[in-house]
């Protein structure tokens, strides 16, 4: 546990920003298994020649040795200036997975280039110098936690060493809680929307009036051109509150959680409220951001650091 602790430390400090191309200080070469058995080969055939004065065994030794270094070369030019960006996932819950997105642009054809993040892997190549790929990173718990250590690495073209590189980035991953669906009260479950049905009496017609909307009994009445009018149901306005809530805290912010989910889809009007912080009544996509923000870095009563 110490050496694996010591080793995160040294790959953060040898890491870079994403955005940042590639150096040569912060691309570090190691040898493969069929690398070392390579050399070995070499070592080998060198012996076999200088022991039996054997011209073939020195030849095959120098012409591997030379395609050993060139392959080194071209493994180590082949990640070299590679520029990565991330894009964070627009929404990741509990219990799900944290889509992270990867941008790279190398500035002309690489290949088969590795991207790690616990446990989360993804190859690509870059045939026009620039690709993209997502790497599925595990969410099992609710908040807001660094981006894990990003390791790029590359063993193009014949796998006798690898290239590997760090990226560390100060961005922030934000899991909301696990929506609890079932805890939705039913008749708000299926989002009923709000369209004006309530008649509320007649209008001057205008251009652009539906046939369907036009009062053409009252036209062969009165000669008078009328539409109906239709007037829409008020919004729900209330409050989703935190104490009201029964069970563990977890269990109570996922109730929340869910809640705040159907409402915006019903399109009504809510606030919320948990101990320390409240979000005033609003409504549409800004509102439920700012409550499933809260909701994911809300802390507890009583856990360390209180709520956020």
Known sequence: MLARASRQRWWRRAAIAPGTPLPQRRLFLLPTRFGLGWGVLVLLLLLFGINYQNSLAYGLAFWLFAVAAVALLRTWRNLLGVRTTLRLPAETFAGGEARLGLVLDGGRPRHAIALHAEGARATLDLPEGHGQADLALPAPTRGESPLPLLRLESAWPLGLVRAVAWLASDERLLVYPRPLVEEIPEHRQAG?????????????????????????????????????????????????????????????????????????????????????????????????????????????????????
Not at 220 to 241: E, H, I, N
Not at 244 to 262: F, M, N, Q, W, Y
């Open 192 to 308: 009923a929307g709000l369209e004006a049905t309530d008649f509320a009496g007649l209008r001057r017609a205008e251009p652009g009036d539906s046939p369907a909307q036009l009062a053409w009994k009252q036209w062969s009445r009165t000669g008078v051109l009328a539409a109906k009018a239709f007037s829409v149901p008020p919004r729900q306005q209330l409050w989703l509150d935190y104490d009201a809530c029964r069970g563990d805290p977890e269990t109570r912010l996922s109730i929340l959680c869910g809640r705040v989910l159907a409402h915006h889809q019903a399109g009504d009007r809510y606030g919320l409220r948990l101990p320390g912080v409240t979000l005033a009544q609003g409504e549409g996509a800004a509102q439920r951001r700012q409550a499933l923000t809260a909701l994911a870095r809300f802390r507890p009563p009583g856990t360390s650091g209180g709520a956020s």
